[in-house]
Protein backbone atom coordinates (compact mmCIF):
# COMPACT_ATOMS: atom_id res chain seq x y z
CA UNK A 1 0.00 0.00 0.00
CA UNK A 2 1.30 3.42 -0.71
CA UNK A 3 -0.36 6.81 -0.22
CA UNK A 4 -0.71 9.26 -3.35
CA UNK A 5 1.09 6.74 -5.98
CA UNK A 6 -1.53 5.32 -8.39
CA UNK A 7 -1.45 1.39 -8.03
CA UNK A 8 0.34 0.82 -11.71
CA UNK A 9 3.34 3.47 -10.15
CA UNK A 10 3.99 0.93 -6.90
CA UNK A 11 6.88 -0.71 -8.71
CA UNK A 12 8.84 2.22 -9.18
CA UNK A 13 8.92 2.57 -5.54
CA UNK A 14 9.15 -1.19 -4.10
CA UNK A 15 11.76 -2.66 -6.57
CA UNK A 16 14.09 0.32 -5.85
CA UNK A 17 14.09 -0.76 -2.01
CA UNK A 18 14.40 -4.47 -2.64
CA UNK A 19 17.75 -3.73 -4.72
CA UNK A 20 18.63 -1.49 -2.10
CA UNK A 21 18.65 1.61 -4.34
CA UNK A 22 17.27 3.69 -1.84
CA UNK A 23 18.08 7.07 -3.32
CA UNK A 24 15.75 6.50 -6.48
CA UNK A 25 12.59 6.48 -4.23
CA UNK A 26 13.24 10.04 -2.72
CA UNK A 27 14.40 11.67 -6.30
CA UNK A 28 11.88 10.29 -8.14
CA UNK A 29 8.67 12.24 -9.73
CA UNK A 30 6.46 11.92 -6.85
CA UNK A 31 6.93 14.23 -3.56
CA UNK A 32 4.45 12.83 -1.33
CA UNK A 33 4.04 9.61 -0.31
CA UNK A 34 3.99 6.77 2.36
CA UNK A 35 3.83 3.38 2.08
CA UNK A 36 5.04 -0.35 3.22
CA UNK A 37 5.55 -3.88 1.34
CA UNK A 38 6.26 -7.19 2.35
CA UNK A 39 9.29 -8.89 1.10
CA UNK A 40 10.44 -12.24 1.92
CA UNK A 41 11.54 -12.13 5.60
CA UNK A 42 11.11 -7.97 5.68
CA UNK A 43 8.23 -5.18 5.81
CA UNK A 44 9.99 -2.50 4.87
CA UNK A 45 8.07 1.18 5.05
CA UNK A 46 9.49 3.93 3.69
CA UNK A 47 7.87 7.85 3.87
CA UNK A 48 8.46 11.10 1.46
CA UNK A 49 11.34 13.46 2.82
CA UNK A 50 9.39 15.89 4.37
CA UNK A 51 7.28 13.86 6.36
CA UNK A 52 3.93 15.53 4.78
CA UNK A 53 2.24 11.56 4.17
CA UNK A 54 1.78 9.89 7.87
CA UNK A 55 2.66 6.41 8.96
CA UNK A 56 2.65 4.75 11.83
CA UNK A 57 3.31 0.98 13.46
CA UNK A 58 3.37 -0.96 16.37
CA UNK A 59 5.04 -4.12 17.14
CA UNK A 60 3.95 -6.52 19.67
CA UNK A 61 3.73 -10.07 20.07
CA UNK A 62 5.60 -10.90 17.18
CA UNK A 63 3.82 -9.07 14.48
CA UNK A 64 4.10 -5.37 13.00
CA UNK A 65 0.65 -3.42 12.27
CA UNK A 66 0.88 -0.34 10.06
CA UNK A 67 -1.51 2.25 9.87
CA UNK A 68 -2.09 6.17 8.00
CA UNK A 69 -4.08 6.55 11.62
CA UNK A 70 -3.69 6.43 15.16
CA UNK A 71 -7.08 5.07 16.11
CA UNK A 72 -6.10 1.94 14.27
CA UNK A 73 -3.72 1.22 16.14
CA UNK A 74 -4.76 2.13 19.45
CA UNK A 75 -5.36 -0.57 22.22
CA UNK A 76 -7.52 0.12 25.46
CA UNK A 77 -4.04 0.38 27.75
CA UNK A 78 -2.16 2.58 25.97
CA UNK A 79 -0.26 5.97 27.34
CA UNK A 80 -0.20 9.70 25.85
CA UNK A 81 3.23 10.33 26.20
CA UNK A 82 3.47 13.69 27.35
CA UNK A 83 6.29 15.37 25.74
CA UNK A 84 4.86 13.67 22.52
CA UNK A 85 1.31 15.81 23.47
CA UNK A 86 3.17 19.02 24.29
CA UNK A 87 4.76 19.41 20.79
CA UNK A 88 1.19 18.02 19.23
CA UNK A 89 -0.72 21.32 20.86
CA UNK A 90 2.22 23.86 20.21
CA UNK A 91 3.53 22.84 16.96
CA UNK A 92 0.32 20.97 15.46
CA UNK A 93 1.83 17.54 14.11
CA UNK A 94 1.83 14.37 15.88
CA UNK A 95 4.05 13.26 12.56
CA UNK A 96 7.59 13.59 13.90
CA UNK A 97 7.46 13.08 17.81
CA UNK A 98 5.10 9.65 19.00
CA UNK A 99 1.93 10.77 20.91
CA UNK A 100 1.33 7.23 21.79
CA UNK A 101 4.13 5.58 23.82
CA UNK A 102 3.56 1.91 22.49
CA UNK A 103 2.72 3.47 18.28
CA UNK A 104 6.06 4.04 16.27
CA UNK A 105 6.18 6.12 13.69
CA UNK A 106 8.68 6.39 10.17
CA UNK A 107 10.88 8.64 10.11
CA UNK A 108 10.59 11.50 7.48
CA UNK A 109 12.75 10.35 3.97
CA UNK A 110 13.91 7.12 5.99
CA UNK A 111 13.34 3.17 4.99
CA UNK A 112 12.81 1.02 7.83
CA UNK A 113 12.21 -2.80 7.69
CA UNK A 114 10.87 -5.09 10.26
CA UNK A 115 12.69 -8.61 10.02
CA UNK A 116 10.04 -11.32 10.81
CA UNK A 117 12.35 -13.83 12.30
CA UNK A 118 13.58 -11.63 15.38
CA UNK A 119 11.03 -8.68 15.26
CA UNK A 120 14.01 -6.09 14.75
CA UNK A 121 13.24 -3.04 13.47
CA UNK A 122 16.04 -1.80 10.87
CA UNK A 123 16.93 2.00 9.55
CA UNK A 124 17.63 0.91 6.21
CA UNK A 125 18.03 4.31 4.71
CA UNK A 126 18.04 8.28 5.48
CA UNK A 127 17.72 10.68 2.80
CA UNK A 128 20.13 13.59 3.11
CA UNK A 129 20.08 16.83 0.65
CA UNK A 130 22.36 19.46 -0.12
CA UNK A 131 21.60 23.02 -1.04
CA UNK A 132 22.54 24.37 -4.37
CA UNK A 133 25.23 26.58 -4.33
CA UNK A 134 24.15 29.89 -6.10
CA UNK A 135 26.12 33.00 -4.60
CA UNK A 136 27.70 33.76 -8.05
CA UNK A 137 24.61 33.92 -10.03
CA UNK A 138 22.62 37.14 -10.57
CA UNK A 139 19.47 37.83 -9.33
CA UNK A 140 17.93 37.69 -13.13
CA UNK A 141 19.81 34.53 -14.01
CA UNK A 142 18.23 33.13 -10.51
CA UNK A 143 14.68 33.88 -11.43
CA UNK A 144 15.14 32.43 -14.66
CA UNK A 145 15.90 29.38 -13.07
CA UNK A 146 13.30 29.27 -10.75
CA UNK A 147 10.77 29.88 -13.49
CA UNK A 148 12.68 26.71 -15.02
CA UNK A 149 12.49 24.84 -11.47
CA UNK A 150 8.87 25.70 -10.62
CA UNK A 151 7.66 24.29 -13.93
CA UNK A 152 9.57 20.99 -14.00
CA UNK A 153 8.60 20.35 -10.70
CA UNK A 154 4.65 21.11 -11.99
CA UNK A 155 5.53 19.14 -14.74
CA UNK A 156 5.47 16.04 -12.49
CA UNK A 157 1.76 16.38 -11.59
CA UNK A 158 1.11 12.94 -13.86
CA UNK A 159 -2.43 12.50 -11.36
CA UNK A 160 -5.19 10.91 -14.03
CA UNK A 161 -8.75 13.16 -14.31
CA UNK A 162 -10.20 17.10 -13.02
CA UNK A 163 -7.79 18.67 -10.84
CA UNK A 164 -9.07 21.70 -8.28
CA UNK A 165 -6.07 24.22 -7.16
CA UNK A 166 -6.82 26.27 -3.66
CA UNK A 167 -5.72 29.38 -4.01
CA UNK A 168 -5.23 32.08 -1.52
CA UNK A 169 -5.21 36.31 -2.29
CA UNK A 170 -1.15 36.21 -2.33
CA UNK A 171 0.70 34.39 -5.49
CA UNK A 172 2.02 31.10 -4.46
CA UNK A 173 -0.93 29.01 -5.49
CA UNK A 174 -1.15 31.50 -8.24
CA UNK A 175 2.77 30.47 -9.50
CA UNK A 176 1.65 26.76 -9.49
CA UNK A 177 -1.41 27.70 -11.49
CA UNK A 178 0.57 29.65 -14.08
CA UNK A 179 3.10 26.29 -14.30
CA UNK A 180 0.11 23.78 -14.40
CA UNK A 181 -0.49 22.01 -18.06
CA UNK A 182 -4.08 21.65 -17.90
CA UNK A 183 -6.86 24.34 -17.13
CA UNK A 184 -7.68 23.99 -13.65
CA UNK A 185 -10.80 24.84 -11.60
CA UNK A 186 -10.42 26.54 -8.29
CA UNK A 187 -11.42 26.98 -4.90
CA UNK A 188 -10.91 29.86 -2.33
CA UNK A 189 -11.79 29.81 1.67
CA UNK A 190 -12.48 33.25 2.94
CA UNK A 191 -10.80 33.31 6.97
CA UNK A 192 -13.17 36.52 7.38
CA UNK A 193 -16.59 35.82 5.48
CA UNK A 194 -17.39 37.51 2.63
CA UNK A 195 -15.43 40.87 3.77
CA UNK A 196 -12.11 38.65 3.75
CA UNK A 197 -9.50 40.58 1.58
CA UNK A 198 -8.55 37.48 -0.10
CA UNK A 199 -11.91 37.90 -2.17
CA UNK A 200 -11.32 40.81 -4.48
CA UNK A 201 -7.29 39.84 -4.35
CA UNK A 202 -8.49 36.31 -5.34
CA UNK A 203 -10.54 37.08 -7.84
CA UNK A 204 -7.88 39.58 -9.87
CA UNK A 205 -5.75 36.24 -9.80
CA UNK A 206 -7.81 34.42 -11.53
CA UNK A 207 -8.70 36.64 -14.15
CA UNK A 208 -4.57 36.66 -15.03
CA UNK A 209 -4.70 32.77 -14.54
CA UNK A 210 -7.16 31.69 -17.17
CA UNK A 211 -9.11 29.60 -14.33
CA UNK A 212 -12.27 27.39 -15.64
CA UNK A 213 -14.47 27.50 -12.64
CA UNK A 214 -13.70 29.30 -9.06
CA UNK A 215 -15.59 29.23 -6.01
CA UNK A 216 -15.65 30.54 -2.55
CA UNK A 217 -16.47 29.13 0.70
CA UNK A 218 -16.64 31.10 3.74
CA UNK A 219 -16.03 30.56 7.23
CA UNK A 220 -18.41 31.06 9.28
CA UNK A 221 -20.71 29.91 11.91
CA UNK A 222 -20.98 26.48 9.74
CA UNK A 223 -17.38 26.10 9.72
CA UNK A 224 -17.80 25.40 13.76
CA UNK A 225 -20.85 23.61 13.66
CA UNK A 226 -21.26 20.25 15.92
CA UNK A 227 -21.05 18.32 12.24
CA UNK A 228 -18.21 20.15 10.82
CA UNK A 229 -16.03 19.50 14.01
CA UNK A 230 -17.09 15.80 14.17
CA UNK A 231 -13.46 14.02 13.89
CA UNK A 232 -13.55 10.79 11.80
CA UNK A 233 -9.95 10.86 10.51
CA UNK A 234 -7.91 8.82 13.16
CA UNK A 235 -5.59 11.24 13.75
CA UNK A 236 -6.19 14.64 16.23
CA UNK A 237 -6.34 17.42 14.21
CA UNK A 238 -3.45 20.66 14.73
CA UNK A 239 -4.70 23.02 12.69
CA UNK A 240 -8.38 25.18 12.55
CA UNK A 241 -7.69 25.01 8.74
CA UNK A 242 -8.81 21.91 8.46
CA UNK A 243 -12.10 22.63 9.52
CA UNK A 244 -12.38 24.73 6.05
CA UNK A 245 -11.42 21.80 4.00
CA UNK A 246 -13.61 19.40 5.48
CA UNK A 247 -16.15 22.54 5.26
CA UNK A 248 -16.09 21.94 1.44
CA UNK A 249 -15.93 18.42 0.96
CA UNK A 250 -18.97 18.44 2.73
CA UNK A 251 -20.88 20.56 0.89
CA UNK A 252 -19.04 18.53 -1.98
CA UNK A 253 -17.27 20.94 -3.75
CA UNK A 254 -14.44 18.58 -4.70
CA UNK A 255 -16.11 15.54 -5.40
CA UNK A 256 -15.81 15.59 -9.00
CA UNK A 257 -12.10 16.06 -8.94
CA UNK A 258 -9.39 13.60 -8.69
CA UNK A 259 -6.55 15.49 -7.25
CA UNK A 260 -6.07 18.25 -4.86
CA UNK A 261 -3.63 20.95 -5.59
CA UNK A 262 -1.85 23.89 -3.61
CA UNK A 263 0.80 26.11 -3.00
CA UNK A 264 1.68 25.92 0.71
CA UNK A 265 5.48 25.93 1.27
CA UNK A 266 6.72 28.83 -0.69
CA UNK A 267 6.60 30.89 2.76
CA UNK A 268 8.70 28.61 4.40
CA UNK A 269 11.21 28.11 1.46
CA UNK A 270 11.67 31.68 1.36
CA UNK A 271 12.20 31.58 5.63
CA UNK A 272 9.35 34.07 5.66
CA UNK A 273 6.25 32.37 7.15
CA UNK A 274 5.79 34.04 10.90
CA UNK A 275 8.16 36.21 12.61
CA UNK A 276 9.93 33.60 14.60
CA UNK A 277 12.12 33.00 11.82
CA UNK A 278 13.43 36.09 12.22
CA UNK A 279 15.17 34.38 15.02
CA UNK A 280 17.84 33.34 12.68
CA UNK A 281 19.56 37.12 12.03
CA UNK A 282 19.94 37.63 15.95
CA UNK A 283 23.40 37.71 16.60
CA UNK A 284 25.29 35.01 19.27
CA UNK A 285 25.46 37.13 22.00
CA UNK A 286 22.02 38.20 22.11
CA UNK A 287 20.57 34.36 21.51
CA UNK A 288 22.86 33.41 24.44
CA UNK A 289 22.52 35.79 26.91
CA UNK A 290 18.95 37.62 26.56
CA UNK A 291 17.52 35.13 24.95
CA UNK A 292 18.82 32.37 26.87
CA UNK A 293 19.46 29.89 23.76
CA UNK A 294 22.60 29.15 21.77
CA UNK A 295 20.98 27.63 18.69
CA UNK A 296 19.14 29.52 16.50
CA UNK A 297 16.38 26.82 15.65
CA UNK A 298 15.91 26.60 19.17
CA UNK A 299 14.90 29.66 19.86
CA UNK A 300 12.97 29.61 16.25
CA UNK A 301 11.22 26.99 18.47
CA UNK A 302 10.58 28.69 21.36
CA UNK A 303 9.18 31.20 19.72
CA UNK A 304 7.01 29.08 18.34
CA UNK A 305 5.83 27.91 21.06
CA UNK A 306 5.73 31.14 23.14
CA UNK A 307 8.36 29.82 25.50
CA UNK A 308 6.23 26.57 26.35
CA UNK A 309 8.77 24.24 25.19
CA UNK A 310 12.39 25.00 26.20
CA UNK A 311 14.12 21.94 25.44
CA UNK A 312 13.61 20.98 22.05
CA UNK A 313 17.60 19.46 21.48
CA UNK A 314 15.69 15.81 20.67
CA UNK A 315 13.51 16.74 17.41
CA UNK A 316 16.34 19.15 16.34
CA UNK A 317 19.25 16.69 16.19
CA UNK A 318 16.66 13.96 14.70
CA UNK A 319 15.17 16.14 12.34
CA UNK A 320 17.87 19.30 11.64
CA UNK A 321 21.27 18.74 9.46
CA UNK A 322 23.54 20.81 10.89
CA UNK A 323 26.10 21.40 8.70
CA UNK A 324 23.66 24.54 6.88
CA UNK A 325 23.76 28.15 7.35
CA UNK A 326 21.59 29.37 10.39
CA UNK A 327 18.83 30.44 8.05
CA UNK A 328 18.92 27.16 6.14
CA UNK A 329 18.64 24.82 9.52
CA UNK A 330 15.98 27.58 10.12
CA UNK A 331 13.97 26.56 7.15
CA UNK A 332 14.62 23.07 7.69
CA UNK A 333 13.15 23.60 10.94
CA UNK A 334 9.60 25.13 9.20
CA UNK A 335 9.80 22.52 6.34
CA UNK A 336 9.95 19.45 9.18
CA UNK A 337 8.49 20.44 12.68
CA UNK A 338 6.04 23.13 12.52
CA UNK A 339 4.76 24.99 8.69
CA UNK A 340 4.95 22.08 6.44
CA UNK A 341 3.73 19.56 8.81
CA UNK A 342 0.13 21.71 9.84
CA UNK A 343 0.22 23.35 6.62
CA UNK A 344 -0.45 20.03 4.82
CA UNK A 345 -2.35 18.13 7.36
CA UNK A 346 -5.61 19.84 6.15
CA UNK A 347 -4.99 18.64 2.81
CA UNK A 348 -3.52 15.63 3.61
CA UNK A 349 -5.87 14.29 6.69
CA UNK A 350 -9.18 14.93 3.92
CA UNK A 351 -7.24 13.03 0.91
CA UNK A 352 -6.88 9.75 2.98
CA UNK A 353 -10.56 9.76 3.81
CA UNK A 354 -11.59 10.68 0.37
CA UNK A 355 -9.04 8.66 -1.91
CA UNK A 356 -7.84 11.95 -3.68
CA UNK A 357 -4.74 12.63 -4.63
CA UNK A 358 -2.58 15.97 -3.89
CA UNK A 359 0.14 17.41 -5.17
CA UNK A 360 2.23 20.83 -4.52
CA UNK A 361 5.66 21.02 -6.33
CA UNK A 362 6.99 23.16 -3.79
CA UNK A 363 7.25 20.10 -2.02
CA UNK A 364 9.86 18.73 -4.93
CA UNK A 365 13.17 17.85 -3.81
CA UNK A 366 14.98 19.90 -6.49
CA UNK A 367 13.09 23.18 -5.81
CA UNK A 368 14.15 22.91 -2.05
CA UNK A 369 17.56 22.34 -3.13
CA UNK A 370 17.45 25.40 -5.68
CA UNK A 371 15.53 27.37 -2.71
CA UNK A 372 17.60 26.14 0.42
CA UNK A 373 20.83 27.82 -1.63
CA UNK A 374 19.32 30.98 -3.01
CA UNK A 375 20.23 34.05 -1.27
CA UNK A 376 17.62 35.73 1.12
CA UNK A 377 16.62 39.29 1.33
CA UNK A 378 15.91 40.94 4.45
CA UNK A 379 13.71 44.45 4.63
CA UNK A 380 12.56 46.35 7.62
CA UNK A 381 9.04 45.73 7.97
CA UNK A 382 6.74 46.82 11.31
CA UNK A 383 4.07 44.70 10.92
CA UNK A 384 2.74 43.12 13.92
CA UNK A 385 3.86 39.72 12.33
CA UNK A 386 7.75 40.55 13.11
CA UNK A 387 6.44 41.25 16.76
CA UNK A 388 9.70 43.24 18.43
CA UNK A 389 12.10 42.59 15.98
CA UNK A 390 11.47 44.80 13.06
CA UNK A 391 12.86 42.11 10.02
CA UNK A 392 11.83 40.09 7.97
CA UNK A 393 12.83 37.95 5.01
CA UNK A 394 11.69 38.72 1.17
CA UNK A 395 10.17 36.99 -1.38
CA UNK A 396 11.23 38.93 -3.94
CA UNK A 397 12.32 35.94 -6.18
CA UNK A 398 8.90 34.65 -6.19
CA UNK A 399 7.40 38.30 -7.00
CA UNK A 400 9.59 38.39 -10.30
CA UNK A 401 8.59 35.50 -11.53
CA UNK A 402 4.51 36.21 -10.80
CA UNK A 403 4.94 39.71 -12.47
CA UNK A 404 7.16 38.21 -15.43
CA UNK A 405 4.49 35.00 -16.15
CA UNK A 406 1.38 37.09 -15.67
CA UNK A 407 2.49 40.11 -17.25
CA UNK A 408 1.26 42.16 -14.62
CA UNK A 409 2.85 45.01 -13.06
CA UNK A 410 1.05 44.38 -9.70
CA UNK A 411 2.83 41.55 -7.21
CA UNK A 412 -0.41 40.95 -5.14
CA UNK A 413 0.13 41.64 -0.86
CA UNK A 414 0.80 38.36 1.02
CA UNK A 415 -2.82 37.32 2.05
CA UNK A 416 -2.80 35.37 5.12
CA UNK A 417 -5.04 32.01 5.26
CA UNK A 418 -5.60 32.86 9.24
CA UNK A 419 -8.27 31.84 11.17
CA UNK A 420 -8.24 34.85 14.05
CA UNK A 421 -9.96 35.37 16.94
CA UNK A 422 -10.85 38.46 16.35
CA UNK A 423 -13.76 37.42 14.04
CA UNK A 424 -16.53 36.35 15.73
CA UNK A 425 -17.52 33.02 14.42
CA UNK A 426 -13.82 32.24 15.30
CA UNK A 427 -13.66 33.79 18.73
CA UNK A 428 -17.06 32.37 20.22
CA UNK A 429 -15.40 28.90 19.22
CA UNK A 430 -12.42 29.31 20.95
CA UNK A 431 -14.13 30.63 24.14
CA UNK A 432 -14.91 26.40 24.52
CA UNK A 433 -11.17 25.66 24.41
CA UNK A 434 -7.80 26.20 27.26
CA UNK A 435 -5.79 28.73 27.97
CA UNK A 436 -3.14 27.23 29.57
CA UNK A 437 -1.74 23.48 30.14
CA UNK A 438 0.77 22.89 32.74
CA UNK A 439 0.47 26.58 33.74
CA UNK A 440 1.74 27.84 30.42
CA UNK A 441 -0.39 29.96 28.24
CA UNK A 442 -2.10 28.50 25.07
CA UNK A 443 -2.07 31.87 22.95
CA UNK A 444 -2.49 31.13 19.43
CA UNK A 445 -5.63 30.39 17.58
CA UNK A 446 -4.38 27.06 16.32
CA UNK A 447 -2.77 25.84 19.15
CA UNK A 448 -5.74 26.44 21.09
CA UNK A 449 -7.51 24.21 18.70
CA UNK A 450 -4.94 21.93 18.90
CA UNK A 451 -5.62 21.33 22.34
CA UNK A 452 -9.22 20.93 21.67
CA UNK A 453 -8.99 18.48 19.64
CA UNK A 454 -6.37 16.24 21.27
CA UNK A 455 -9.00 16.45 24.88
CA UNK A 456 -11.56 14.79 22.09
CA UNK A 457 -9.45 12.57 21.04
CA UNK A 458 -8.48 11.37 24.06
CA UNK A 459 -11.92 11.00 25.43
CA UNK A 460 -12.96 9.27 22.40
CA UNK A 461 -10.76 6.56 22.56
CA UNK A 462 -10.24 6.25 26.42
CA UNK A 463 -6.72 7.14 26.69
CA UNK A 464 -5.99 9.09 30.05
CA UNK A 465 -4.26 12.36 29.42
CA UNK A 466 -2.19 13.27 32.50
CA UNK A 467 -1.95 16.92 31.18
CA UNK A 468 -3.42 20.30 33.55
CA UNK A 469 -5.78 22.16 31.58
CA UNK A 470 -7.78 25.63 32.43
CA UNK A 471 -10.25 27.12 30.77
CA UNK A 472 -11.11 31.17 30.69
Avoid at 300 to 314: A, C, H, I, Q, V
Wanted: hydrophobic letters at 35%.
Amino acid sequence: MIFNVPENNWASFINPIIKKEFKQIFESEVSIFSGFFEDNEKIYLFRDFLGVSTLFYRVGNGKLNISYKLDDLLKSEDRINLKGALNFIYFGSCRFFPLIEEIKICPPGSVISFNKKNNQIKLEYKHKIAPDLLKNYKFDEIVDMYDEKLSSASKKNKYKGKKAIFMGGGIDAGCVAIKSDEKLDAKTALPWGSKSSEKLSSSENIKLLGINEHKFIEVNSNTFSKENLINDFGVPLGSMNYLVINQIIKKNLVREYSTLMFGQGADTLFCSAGSQSTAALLPWPIRKFYMKEDDPVGLFLKMTSGGSLSENDEIINDLIPKNLSKVQRIIFAGLKITHTPVDSEYFVIPAFKNNKFIFNPYYDLDLIKFLLGTKKKIILDYSKRTRKFPFKFDKDIQKSLWVNNTNSKISPQKKNFYLSSKYAPIKNFLSSTPSKVNQYEIINENQKFAAHSLINFCQMHDLKLELNFQFN
